[in-house]
Structure formats: C-alpha cells, structure tokens
C-alpha cells in the first residue's frame, strides 16, 4: 500500500450539479477524515469516521454535504447542487495510531 | 473557540535558519502537529509534541509549550526545496480531528 489514495484527481462541474468523490485510506487505519482547502488556507475539517461510523459531521458545511464510509474501508463525500463558492481542494487523510494524519493527493473541484 | 495564529508569509536565505512561531487557544488540547504542503500538493506529516519541550529530527525541530499556547518549528540550513507553507495543527480536545492554523509561505532565496 501506497498511501491515502483519491478519485477522480480533478473535477469540473456545472453548478446545480452533484458530484462524489471516493477515499481509499491506508488499509491498516481506521480513522479518516475528510477537509476542504481553499488557496491560502489551511485545512479545514469536515467529517471523521471510525471504521463505518461517522462519529463528527456538525462541521459538514451545510446539509448538502453528505459522506460515508459503509464498510469501514474507502469513503465517499457527495455534494449536492454545486455552487460556485464550493469550489476548493478537498482531501482526506487516515490516521495512525501515533496519531499522525496522512494526506492523500486531494480532488481539486472546480464549480463554474 | 478555537484559534491556531501563525505568521501568513516569511523569506529567509539558503543556508540560515529559520523560526515560524504558532501560538494557538483551543478548547482542549491532544497534541501540537506541523505539516509542509508544495504547492498543489497535499501536505506531509513534520513533527508531533505532545509535551513541553524540544523535538528536533535532524533539520528540523519542533518547540512546544502548553502553558504559554505556543510552538515553534526551526529550519537550520535552509535549502530551495524548504520553500513551501508550514501549517501548524493542534489536536481538539476529543482528539477526533487536527484543526489547522491557515500556513506559513516561506521563500528560500539564493
């Protein structure tokens, strides 16, 4: 295993449209989490999952964020009705039992 | 609340040192990370301090004191490749999430 693994790499849609990006986690971890980064920023967390459960959303943006994990292993995030100001980097990363996240390549998203 | 500062850009020259300050107030506390990030790539796990004190690996090393809220990472020996942000991250209380401090650009110049 290489490392956190992300798909597609880049993503341009039209707003109103919905889109889903996967996770493939380094296999032995079983925390993920998943951030958005806009230029300039850091980091800025949405959703965690242990195994299956999703153990924090009430930082998921709005209600039009949505994300599972349904067998503990790869992860999904959705966004529905894309608007503009959705446009960010968004990665995930898994973390280790030394506590040390580690990033995947990220999916640049692009809402025009 | 939460909040991570750390200054938004610095520049040093190849072979000096450098110091980027992180001071940070946080409802809890589960350790104080660094990560570096290229642009357009994703960032790369530096250092972790859980207790107060000096950490250093090899170019790098990494300050923490919980009870002033305040961290440093030193680059000596500066090189071209350094150039790129340093996000400073603490650990929430729960210890479920890193909440990132915005970055520092640092610009290694010959």
């Known amino acids: 295993d290489t490392g956190v693994s992300q798909d597609p790499r880049h993503k341009i849609t039209k707003r109103g449209q919905n889109v889903t990006f996967r996770c493939d986690p380094i296999s032995e971890h079983n925390r993920l989490y998943w951030y958005r980064q806009t230029l300039g920023q850091g980091p800025e967390f949405l959703t965690y999952f242990q195994n299956e459960a999703q153990l924090e959303k009430s930082r998921l943006l709005s209600d039009r964020f949505s994300a599972e994990r349904p067998k503990g292993s790869f992860s999904t995030l959705e966004i529905q009705r894309t608007e503009q100001g959705d446009s960010a980097m968004y990665l995930c990363?898994?973390?280790?039992?030394?506590?040390?996240?580690?990033f995947g390549s990220g999916t640049q998203l692009s809402v025009l | 609340g939460q909040n991570i500062d750390q200054p938004t850009e610095m520049t040093a020259t190849e072979g000096a040192i450098v110091q980027i300050n992180c001071t940070y107030q946080?409802?809890?506390?589960?350790?104080l990370f660094w990560y570096q990030q290229h642009a357009g790539e994703a960032p790369t796990f530096l250092s972790y301090?859980?207790?107060?004190g000096l950490e250093e690996k090899g170019r790098f090393s990494s300050f923490l004191s919980r009870s002033k809220g305040y961290s440093y990472l030193l680059l000596k020996e500066l090189q071209m490749k350094d150039s790129a942000s340093y996000l400073c991250?603490?650990?929430?209380?729960?210890?479920?999430?890193?909440?990132f401090g915005k970055g520092t650009t640092l610009s290694v110049s010959s």
């Open positions: 990363a898994s973390r280790d039992s030394n506590e040390k996240l580690f």
């Open positions: 991250a603490v650990g929430d209380q729960a210890g479920t999430a890193l909440i």
């Open positions: 946080t409802s809890g506390f589960n350790g």
């Open positions: 301090n859980v207790l107060d």
